[in-house]
């Protein structure tokens, strides 16, 4: 997040269950992959001091941009594509919870901190 996003940052992430589902081990190239989680708790907070560089950006999309033409075998469809192909992820709840700093940019809770922004996305 912090390349894509320089004045937030990830505070904590917690997942409260996740389970996996494999019908055939034998036939994984066909079988359904199913993850389930139930609930995911996000916490971001704002930055005390951050600096937005240009060059980031545009680095960033000249190393996306050699790959992808880096790429061998284009066209190809391997095991891993087939058992990407068969993934089903199922979230039934996630909580994202933003909190920002104030002016002050600090810290320490007062009555000068602004309240948090909470996102409640369910199934």
Not at 76 to 105: A, C, H, W
Not at 107 to 121: A, C, E, N, Q
Request: with cysteine.
């Amino acid at each position: 997040i912090a390349n894509f996003i320089p004045y937030i940052k990830l505070a904590s992430i917690y997942v409260s269950k996740l389970s996996f589902n494999v019908t055939s081990i034998r036939n994984i190239r066909k079988s359904p992959i199913e993850i389930s989680i139930d609930e995911v708790h996000v916490v971001l907070v704002e930055r005390l001091a951050y600096t937005f560089c240009q060059d980031e950006w545009t680095d960033l999309t000249k190393y996306y941009l050699e790959q992808s033409k880096n790429k061998k075998n284009i066209g190809s469809y391997g095991l891993i594509e087939r058992i990407r192909d068969n993934i089903t992820l199922d979230v039934n709840r996630v909580y994202v919870t933003f909190q920002p700093m104030g002016k002050f940019k600090t810290r320490k809770i007062g009555k000068w901190t602004p309240p948090s922004f909470s996102l409640v996305m369910n199934h």
